[in-house]
């Protein structure tokens, strides 16, 4: 019996994991494996991993116009959906089983003058899955983010000749910190699919407005503010460069104090990241190859931490490839100024196990009229 309960916790608690939530990720990063934490300045995305990365920027930038849409990847999922049934509750729930739906709209518009930069960000994320065959059950976690972020990097060694996005010669240690505004509106619960809680809630509830709905779902809202330290060192020489970094985000949690619901709001949780680099740039072509260790103080598998990624560059074009907790990464991007265009797939592990249950994404980023002139 013993035995038996012990199994039942694990396979339950394997069952029921989700997968890591980020603030905000680089669309370069994603199809890049997410190895990014010694490649943040080369977005608008510096604040989100590695704040010490601006000790790199020599430059005044505007990116201000860059919406980022994901969703599920269902190419090869396609036959679940033939003849799909229209009123048959458990022939829908079998259909839909083990299929993890998503979906994400975001826009970060960033503005950097040398070693400081200021985001403003609105994002939502909606992840649904319905999971157990033998008591079927529809976990949601819904976030709608809006705020601001603040940062700074200040280089204790090396000075504007090793610090710019050319690469010279040179050594440059930077340290770096930002404070992060949140409000979140959020859900992050279990509904049981054929019970009858939600629905005796429905029906027993006054529903005049969305807002009572929402109120019975279990939706609240609330603010709070977030802190991030980095530490980045480069070392450069001729058309190459070398850079080892760590960052510490979300500084003991993101809790939110409550403006409204009934559940608490989806807290963020504190991350720590390991991260280095190399690249080298001839001009004509170049390329760039990465390596993270991801959120290392959470209690996941070694292999779940382990980031790759890789770039090959010419002018207009830039190819990415990633390998980010077991799963291919893979994309492109386009810049003919104005526009820049990027696309790809990526995937992230929705379970508690090292390549347990594979949640596949494809992405479309689209930048406008992003402007860099270089200070120096």
């Known amino acids: 019996m013993k035995k038996y309960l012990i199994s039942l916790i694990f396979i339950s608690s394997s069952i029921f994991a989700k997968e890591i939530v980020w603030l905000g990720r680089s669309p370069r990063a994603l199809l890049m494996g997410d190895a990014w934490t010694t490649l943040a300045n080369d977005d608008e995305m510096t604040l989100f991993y590695n704040p010490a990365s601006l000790g790199a920027n020599s430059s005044v930038g505007f990116n201000l116009i860059n919406p980022r849409v994901a969703v599920t990847n269902a190419l090869d999922e396609l036959d679940r959906f033939e003849n799909f049934p229209s009123s048959d509750a458990a022939a829908i729930s079998d259909r839909l089983l083990g299929f993890p739906v998503f979906a994400e709209a975001s826009i970060f518009?960033?503005?950097?003058?040398?070693?400081?930069?200021?985001?403003?960000?609105?994002?939502?994320?909606?992840?649904?899955?319905?999971?157990?065959?033998?008591?079927?059950?529809?976990?949601?976690?819904?976030?709608?983010?809006?705020?601001?972020?603040?940062?700074?990097?200040f280089n204790l060694m090396g000075g504007k000749n090793s610090r710019g996005k050319k690469l010279g010669n040179g050594e440059r240690l930077s340290v770096?910190?930002?404070?992060?505004?949140?409000?979140?509106?959020?859900?992050?619960?279990?509904?049981?699919?054929?019970?009858?809680?939600?629905?005796?809630?429905?029906?027993?509830?006054?529903?005049?407005?969305?807002?009572?709905?929402?109120?019975?779902?279990?939706?609240?809202?609330?603010?709070?503010?977030?802190?991030?330290?980095?530490?980045?060192?480069?070392l450069s020489s001729g058309a190459s460069q070398f850079t080892a970094g760590a960052s510490l985000m979300n500084i003991g949690d993101i809790s939110f104090k409550k403006l409204s619901g009934t559940q608490a709001v989806p807290e963020q949780d504190m991350y720590l990241n390991l991260g280095a680099s190399y690249?080298?740039?001839?001009?004509?072509?170049?390329?760039?190859?990465s390596t993270d260790l991801k959120s290392i103080n959470q209690p996941i598998p070694f292999g779940q931490m382990f980031n790759f990624g890789a770039s090959v560059s010419i002018p207009l074009v830039t190819g990415f490839f990633g390998w980010s907790q077991g799963y291919i990464s893979y994309g492109v991007e386009v810049d003919v100024w104005p526009v820049s265009i990027i696309a790809g797939f990526y995937s992230v592990e929705l379970g508690s196990e090292f390549r347990e249950n594979e949640g596949k994404r494809a992405m479309i980023y689209i930048s406008l009229l992003d402007i860099d002139i270089d200070a120096f």
Do not use: C, W
Not at 198 to 205: F, H, P, R, S
Not at 214 to 219: A, E, P, S, V
Not at 283 to 289: A, F, M, R
């Open 176 to 234: 770096g910190y930002t404070l992060k505004y949140l409000r979140r509106e959020g859900l992050d619960r279990r509904f049981d699919l054929f019970g009858t809680g939600l629905l005796d809630d429905i029906n027993n509830g006054n529903l005049e407005s969305t807002d009572d709905f929402k109120n019975i779902l279990g939706f609240s809202e609330g603010k709070s503010f977030g802190h991030d330290l980095g530490i980045e060192y480069a």
């Open 279 to 289: 690249r080298q740039d001839f001009k004509l072509l170049s390329y760039t190859i």
């Open 109 to 153: 518009p960033t503005f950097k003058m040398l070693n400081f930069a200021f985001s403003m960000f609105a994002t939502t994320k909606t992840s649904i899955s319905l999971n157990n065959a033998v008591h079927p059950s529809l976990d949601i976690d819904y976030r709608y983010d809006r705020g601001f972020a603040f940062g700074f990097g």
